[in-house]
């Protein structure tokens, strides 16, 4: 299975709704929000009761959010951007920290919101980065000592592993660029 960094642009008003609902963000996918499901028959013979209805949450995004992934370079991304494997702080380690919680698990841990305000912060500090040079700054065999996802520092040669890394990079930059030029917030969250 794969761990997949994984970014959606979305209003904030949207961002504030699924922060408020965080079920909601399925509805990003146009995935229902299934009711709970009643007790088993076993369970009845216990005494488990029936859940009551929920009410339907007739929300809806009020756009199209849009979908970007950096398939599994994320965690290399956030090495290069932090110098650290798991922590970090400030806009550069939005990958991994910063924004909201959102208390929604979607397997890999929590999903972080960040306002239109903060992308603007992060589109910022990923401007002031010089691509090439973190490329020739990296060395692979700290990516190994560190475990960096996807532990393919050891196998392949430079230019492969940490170009991957880099190539996309490149790509989230202009992702978020894009996003903050067009005063959106952002999800961030692992799949």
């Known amino acids: ?9 979305l209003r904030d008003e949207d961002l504030e709704a ?19 499901r009643p007790p088993s028959l076993l369970g009845r013979l216990f005494g488990a009761k029936q859940p009551a209805p929920a009410p339907e949450d007739t929300w809806k995004p009020s756009e199209k959010a849009e979908q970007f992934d950096v398939d599994k370079a994320w965690h290399g ?7 650290s494997d798991w922590e970090g ?8 920290h910063g924004g909201r919680e959102i208390k929604e698990d979607l397997g890999y841990g929590p999903l972080h919101g960040f306002t239109s305000a903060e992308v603007k912060e992060i589109s ?15 060395d692979p065999a700290q990516f190994t000592t560190n475990e960096i996802y ?11 592993c940490i170009g991957y890394v880099t190539e996309s990079l490149k790509e989230l930059r202009e992702f978020v ?3 903050a030029q067009s005063n959106r917030a952002l999800i961030v969250y692992l799949a």
């Open 1 to 9: 299975m794969s761990m997949i960094g994984c970014f959606y642009a």
């Open 18 to 36: 699924i922060i408020e609902q965080p079920k909601r963000i399925k509805k990003l996918w146009d995935v229902p929000v299934l009711p709970p």
């Open 77 to 83: 991304i956030h090495f290069l951007l932090t110098g």
């Open 89 to 96: 702080d400030g806009p550069l380690a939005f990958i991994l």
């Open 124 to 138: 910022k500090a990923l401007d002031g980065l010089n691509v090439p040079a973190l490329h020739e700054k990296a």
């Open 150 to 160: 996807p532990e393919i520092w050891a196998t392949q040669p430079k230019e492969e």
């Open 177 to 179: 660029r894009k996003t």
